[in-house]
């Protein structure tokens, strides 16, 4: 990387560098590479002018497939995004293949359902999520955010000899998840569980959650993603057990709201309510999460942003969490699949065509974002896809996230002004979120 002189940065490897051939995105070892390489593979890619084609990765108990077309552009992932009748969530849009039967009782929610049914559920949902609703949770979430960092200085405090903090176990993934296990009505002696379970399900990838490495053999992985399915089904007892209880006497949270709702004429079904309630549990804290873990990262890499926004907080908070989202993309990508011939842009698509949605890619389209890979937060326009693209799918918490994101740094540069990333971060091994397993983090102690 090389910093400019705004303080902003732009990575040194450029499209030309790579040949697009030599790029697989099904391989778990490109997700491995450092973030600039693989930028500099996504502009490759969009160099192109045409999607290119990919071999699905293999899975076992799914075979291999037909593989999948990625969609790296701006214009192309937006389109794909808006016209959701020709390019369809079901029967699935989380994972290349379609998830083995005994792990997509668990996870297969409403981000696999288009409309009219994806609709009338998400109805229910998004009330909680509104912005007169949320503005109602300001106070609570402002006190735990205080409290967050009264114990992140304590911690700090009982370490005399100066080694750094996890900042993502001490701040990043604490606001995000008591929030959305409040909203639910998830007990606090049960929120490490939740975050366990979590890391399991979003990183099923990933050696230190599900023992998968990029080499291992059919059987191994297997058994890896057995692990994932545990977790699952453990979430979904959980939401069992709390569905009951809120059946039974509804006490105003979102648990209540799910498990009472009228939708096509019939309440949720166990199950049903179990893929929603594991949806909610695992997007609503582990995309936040990475965000705020990345905020750190890009400020302290890049001081003079720092500076501009430490100079003017509430002026530049917006712009600055629009750019981490951006910069970042917690969700790298989302797959859609082909009802019907169709040409797009130029290209010529089959009905029963898959296409990923690369949003990282999109993100850094050199025709929409002037110096893309530049951090930049006095961005405008900034019209990223980082909380998805425009349609029935855009994330449904994105307000809520922007403003975690934003109660959290305001706690913490107020209180702790040199709080800054003091390492290298360990990342996750994955091609669904960008995120950071842990971040050394050190500041004065007040």
């Given at each position: 990387m090389t910093t400019r002189q705004d303080g902003g940065t732009t990575g040194e490897t450029g499209p030309r560098d790579i040949d697009p051939r030599d790029i697989d995105l099904s391989d778990l070892r490109f997700w491995g590479r450092p973030l600039d390489e693989r930028a500099a593979a996504f502009a490759a890619l969009r160099a192109r002018g045409t999607p290119a084609f990919f071999a699905d990765p293999p899975v076992p108990f799914t075979g291999r497939g037909g593989g999948y077309w990625a969609l790296v552009s701006h214009a192309d992932v937006t389109e794909a995004s808006r016209n959701p009748h020709i390019f369809s969530s079901e029967p699935n849009?989380?994972?290349?293949?379609?998830?083995?039967?005994?792990?997509?009782?668990?996870?297969?929610?409403?981000?696999?359902?288009?409309?009219?049914?994806?609709?009338?559920?998400?109805?229910v949902v998004s009330r909680a999520f509104s912005p007169r609703m949320l503005a109602k949770t300001e106070d609570d979430i402002a006190a735990r955010a205080a409290r967050i960092v009264d114990e992140l200085i304590a911690a700090r405090a009982a370490r005399p000899d100066g080694e750094p903090l996890d900042f993502v176990a001490h701040a990043a993934v604490r606001l995000p998840v008591e929030v959305i296990c409040d909203m639910l009505g998830i007990p606090d002696a049960l929120h490490p569980r939740?975050?366990?379970?979590?890391?399991?399900?979003?990183?099923?990838?990933?050696?230190?959650?599900?023992?998968?490495?990029?080499?291992?053999?059919?059987?191994?992985?297997?058994?890896?993603?057995?692990?994932?399915?545990?977790?699952?089904?453990?979430?979904?007892?959980?939401?069992?057990?709390?569905?009951?209880?809120?059946a039974a006497e509804p006490t105003g949270d979102l648990t209540s709201a799910l498990v009472?709702?009228?939708?096509?004429?019939?309440?949720?079904?166990?199950?049903?309510?179990?893929?929603?309630?594991?949806?909610?549990?695992?997007?609503?804290?582990?995309?936040?999460?990475?965000?705020?873990?990345?905020?750190?990262?890009?400020?302290?890499?890049?001081?003079?942003?720092?500076?501009?926004?430490?100079?003017?907080?509430?002026?530049?908070?917006?712009?600055?969490?629009?750019?981490?989202?951006?910069?970042?993309?917690?969700?790298?990508?989302?797959?859609?699949?082909?009802?019907?011939?169709?040409?797009?842009?130029?290209?010529?698509?089959?009905?029963?065509?898959k296409v990923m949605l690369f949003y990282n890619s999109a993100n850094?389209?050199?025709?929409?974002?002037?110096?893309?890979?530049?951090?930049?937060?006095?961005?405008?326009?900034?019209?990223?896809?980082?909380?998805?693209?425009?349609?029935?799918h855009f994330c449904l918490g994105a307000n809520l996230a922007r403003r975690?994101?934003?109660?959290?740094?305001?706690?913490?540069?107020?209180?702790?002004?040199?709080?800054?990333?003091?390492?290298?971060?360990?990342?996750?091994?994955?091609s669904f979120i960008n995120g950071y397993k842990r971040l050394p983090c050190t500041f004065t102690v007040p």
């Amino acid at each position: 990387m090389t910093t400019r002189q705004d303080g902003g940065t732009t990575g040194e490897t450029g499209p030309r560098d790579i040949d697009p051939r030599d790029i697989d995105l099904s391989d778990l070892r490109f997700w491995g590479r450092p973030l600039d390489e693989r930028a500099a593979a996504f502009a490759a890619l969009r160099a192109r002018g045409t999607p290119a084609f990919f071999a699905d990765p293999p899975v076992p108990f799914t075979g291999r497939g037909g593989g999948y077309w990625a969609l790296v552009s701006h214009a192309d992932v937006t389109e794909a995004s808006r016209n959701p009748h020709i390019f369809s969530s079901e029967p699935n849009a989380t994972t290349v293949i379609d998830s083995p039967g005994f792990l997509d009782r668990y996870i297969n929610s409403m981000i696999n359902m288009d409309d009219p049914r994806h609709a009338k559920i998400r109805r229910v949902v998004s009330r909680a999520f509104s912005p007169r609703m949320l503005a109602k949770t300001e106070d609570d979430i402002a006190a735990r955010a205080a409290r967050i960092v009264d114990e992140l200085i304590a911690a700090r405090a009982a370490r005399p000899d100066g080694e750094p903090l996890d900042f993502v176990a001490h701040a990043a993934v604490r606001l995000p998840v008591e929030v959305i296990c409040d909203m639910l009505g998830i007990p606090d002696a049960l929120h490490p569980r939740v975050v366990r379970l979590t890391n399991i399900v979003l990183g099923n990838s990933d050696p230190e959650y599900t023992g998968i490495t990029p080499d291992m053999g059919r059987l191994r992985t297997g058994l890896g993603l057995a692990k994932v399915a545990r977790a699952g089904r453990d979430l979904h007892r959980l939401a069992a057990r709390l569905g009951r209880e809120r059946a039974a006497e509804p006490t105003g949270d979102l648990t209540s709201a799910l498990v009472n709702a009228n939708v096509d004429g019939e309440k949720l079904g166990t199950r049903e309510f179990g893929t929603f309630f594991l949806l909610l549990v695992v997007a609503g804290n582990e995309t936040t999460r990475t965000a705020i873990a990345h905020g750190l990262q890009l400020l302290t890499d890049n001081p003079a942003q720092r500076g501009l926004l430490l100079d003017d907080f509430d002026g530049r908070i917006g712009g600055a969490v629009e750019e981490i989202v951006r910069y970042s993309t917690p969700v790298i990508c989302f797959r859609r699949n082909l009802t019907r011939d169709h040409v797009m842009n130029g290209h010529a698509f089959a009905a029963g065509d898959k296409v990923m949605l690369f949003y990282n890619s999109a993100n850094r389209d050199e025709t929409v974002f002037d110096d893309p890979d530049a951090f930049d937060i006095t961005r405008s326009p900034n019209p990223h896809v980082g909380f998805g693209g425009p349609g029935p799918h855009f994330c449904l918490g994105a307000n809520l996230a922007r403003r975690e994101i934003t109660v959290m740094f305001r706690e913490l540069f107020t209180r702790l002004p040199d709080l800054r990333a003091a390492g290298e971060p360990d990342r996750l091994m994955s091609s669904f979120i960008n995120g950071y397993k842990r971040l050394p983090c050190t500041f004065t102690v007040p």
